[in-house]
């Protein structure tokens, strides 16, 4: 029974929203349900992505504080609500510590290194936070596989990290990996590595890595990979070497 003295009533609940298949049903339950109930406001907990579910009540999802790895991207933290008669204020707080972030750069129009350094600046730009960086590169020119092929890339990104490490806010590009149009359409026109693409993707990651997987102190670290992400990188490295080589 809602106690009309009270001016407001808040609500808290721990669980997933009916229907999203992004996340396991913990606790599920309908909007529709909330919405009925009494409550000027509902803050929402388990999802680590923030979100706004309704303004009429408001119900939120504030995510965490702090994003735990690379899936968790962009600003993590709270929302401050003012609630009055009539009105329901909200307002997000960034509170991370550092701040996961996937950023994407095509740079097909590149000719040299120096060209794909500044669209990968511009594109990464200025930061008040402190931010670890997941860098695709994307193409469909051939200059950018052959300049992976020689280290220039690798070479690139190490220099802006260190280039980054003394100011006050850093950004480090902790990860990067090469997408390009060309490779794939190079792949599907000659009938070996179209094969052997076909075999990586039947692959059972867990089967091939069983050794890795069962040693203490490897498979922590292959439990924070996508099996996606790792066949993706081993397709890319594999093509580069074979295309280049004289395999289209």
Same mark, same amino acid.
């Given at each position: 029974?809602?106690?009309?003295?009270? /001016?407001?009533?808040?609500?808290?609940? %721990?669980?997933?929203?009916?229907?999203?298949?992004? %996340?396991? /049903?913990?606790?599920?339950? &309908?909007?529709?349900?909330?919405?009925?109930?009494?409550?000027?406001?509902? =803050?929402?907990?388990?999802?680590?992505?923030?979100?706004? $579910?309704?303004?009429? /009540?408001?119900?939120?999802?504030?995510?965490?504080?702090?994003?735990? %790895?690379? %899936?968790?991207?962009?600003?993590?933290?709270?929302?401050?609500?003012?609630? #009055?008669?009539?009105?329901?204020?909200?307002?997000?707080? /960034?509170?991370?510590?550092?701040?996961?972030?996937?950023?994407?750069?095509?740079?097909? +129009?590149?000719?040299?290194?120096?060209?794909?350094?500044?669209?990968?600046?511009? *594109?990464?730009?200025?930061?008040?936070?402190?931010?670890?960086?997941?860098?695709?590169? *994307? @193409?469909?020119?051939?200059?950018?596989?052959?300049?992976?092929?020689?280290?220039?890339?690798?070479?690139?990104?190490?220099?802006?990290?260190? @280039?980054?490490?003394?100011?006050? #806010?850093? &950004?480090?590009?902790?990860?990067?990996?090469?997408?390009?149009?060309?490779?794939?359409?190079?792949?599907?026109?000659?009938?070996?590595? =179209?094969?052997?693409?076909?075999?990586?993707?039947?692959?059972? !990651?867990?089967? +091939?890595?069983?050794? $890795?997987?069962?040693?203490?102190?490897?498979?922590?670290?292959?439990?924070?990979?996508?099996?996606?992400?790792?066949?993706?990188?081993?397709?890319?490295? !594999?093509?580069?070497? !074979?295309?280049? @080589?004289? =395999?289209?």
């Amino acid at each position: 029974m809602i106690d009309k003295t009270v /001016p407001f009533h808040i609500a808290t609940l %721990h669980g997933t929203l009916y229907g999203n298949q992004a %996340h396991d /049903p913990y606790a599920p339950f &309908q909007l529709s349900d909330l919405q009925a109930k009494d409550f000027d406001y509902w =803050g929402l907990g388990h999802i680590h992505q923030r979100e706004i $579910l309704s303004t009429s /009540p408001t119900i939120i999802y504030p995510g965490n504080i702090q994003g735990r %790895h690379r %899936h968790e991207t962009d600003e993590k933290g709270c929302y401050y609500v003012e609630l #009055t008669k009539t009105t329901t204020q909200t307002e997000f707080v /960034p509170l991370q510590a550092i701040e996961f972030s996937s950023v994407k750069v095509d740079v097909t +129009t590149c000719e040299n290194i120096d060209d794909v350094e500044r669209i990968i600046m511009k *594109s990464i730009g200025n930061t008040n936070a402190y931010k670890l960086i997941d860098l695709t590169i *994307s @193409s469909h020119n051939r200059h950018i596989h052959t300049m992976e092929a020689e280290g220039l890339i690798q070479e690139l990104i190490d220099i802006l990290n260190e @280039s980054a490490f003394d100011l006050q #806010t850093w &950004q480090y590009i902790y990860q990067y990996r090469i997408e390009g149009q060309f490779v794939e359409t190079n792949v599907n026109n000659h009938f070996f590595i =179209g094969e052997l693409a076909d075999t990586l993707e039947e692959m059972s !990651l867990r089967e +091939t890595l069983a050794d $890795l997987y069962r040693h203490r102190t490897g498979r922590k670290f292959l439990d924070d990979l996508a099996e996606a992400d790792i066949k993706q990188a081993a397709k890319n490295e !594999l093509f580069h070497r !074979l295309l280049k @080589s004289g =395999g289209q």
